[in-house]
T-cell receptor, first 113, second 110 residues
Framework: DVKVTQSSRYLVKRTGEKVFLECVQDMDHENMFWYRQDPGLGLRLIYFSYDVKMKEKGDIPEGYSVSREKKERFSLILESASTNQTSMYLC????????????FGEGSRLTVL | TQLLEQSPQFLSIQEGENLTVYCNSSSVFSSLQWYRQEPGEGPVLLVTVVTGGEVKKLKRLTFQFGDARKDSSLHITAAQPGDTGLYLCAGDAGNTPLVFGKGTRLSVIA
């Protein structure tokens, strides 16, 4: 059974803390994505990666960075968390660049106090 | 920036009723995907439509891609509580990641 696993389902952090959200997929996909999901705003793309060591900015990259050291792992980093980064974060992967079925993780709900 | 507008944003209906959700754009898409997201889970792909005018059926769900490939609809017949969730459309615009609509939140009451 194919799977995208996000390391934490729920996190509570304080303003200014550094936050790591990990995502691992077992499907050997080249393409991985990080979205945040907020009520009324839908899914917004933060960063994506088409290959190891490669990263591209999405629609809302400010305040975030990413790391793709291995093909199966794509990490989202909040260098200094702020309250407006409280959100649901979704990781996804696909074997076909831009067009294929996206496989999503269960999401990481982050609360920044 | 290509946009997908979904309507309605919220829908609450009784079990057994029919409903239609719309996904519209002024842009042409190569293909369009529909996802359903249940509470506490990530979205899961329901269907991909590729050809203008295409109709696909998945049990009680009927998906249609507009002739001009700018819009799509999802029709559910005899809705059941298990259909409750967030329905998202996503379009393939070419050399960019999928463009997502904001979703339609459906609640089916028993």
């Amino acid at each position: 059974d194919v799977k995208v696993t996000q390391s934490s389902r729920y996190l509570v952090k304080r303003t200014g803390e550094k936050v790591f959200l990990e995502c691992v997929q077992d499907m050997d996909h080249e393409n991985m994505f990080w979205y945040r999901q907020d009520p009324g705003l839908g899914l917004r793309l933060i960063y994506f990666s088409y290959d190891v060591k490669m990263k591209e900015k999405g629609d809302i990259p400010e305040g975030y960075s990413v790391s793709r050291e291995k093909k199966e792992r794509f990490s989202l980093i909040l260098e200094s968390a702020s309250t407006n980064q409280t959100s649901m974060y979704l990781c996804a992967s696909t074997g076909q660049q831009n067009t294929g079925e996206l496989f999503f993780g269960e999401g990481s709900r982050l609360t920044v106090l | 920036t290509q946009l997908l507008e979904q309507s309605p944003q919220f829908l609450s209906i009784q079990e057994g009723e029919n409903l239609t959700v719309y996904c519209n754009s002024s842009s042409v898409f190569s293909s369009l995907q529909w996802y359903r997201q249940e509470p506490g889970e990530g979205p899961v792909l329901l269907v991909t439509v590729v050809t203008g005018g295409e109709v696909k059926k998945l049990k009680r769900l009927t998906f249609q891609f507009g002739d001009a490939r700018k819009d799509s609809s999802l029709h559910i017949t005899a809705a059941q509580p298990g259909d409750t969730g967030l329905y998202l459309c996503a379009g393939d615009a070419g050399n960019t990641p999928l463009v997502f609509g904001k979703g339609t939140r459906l609640s089916v009451i028993a």
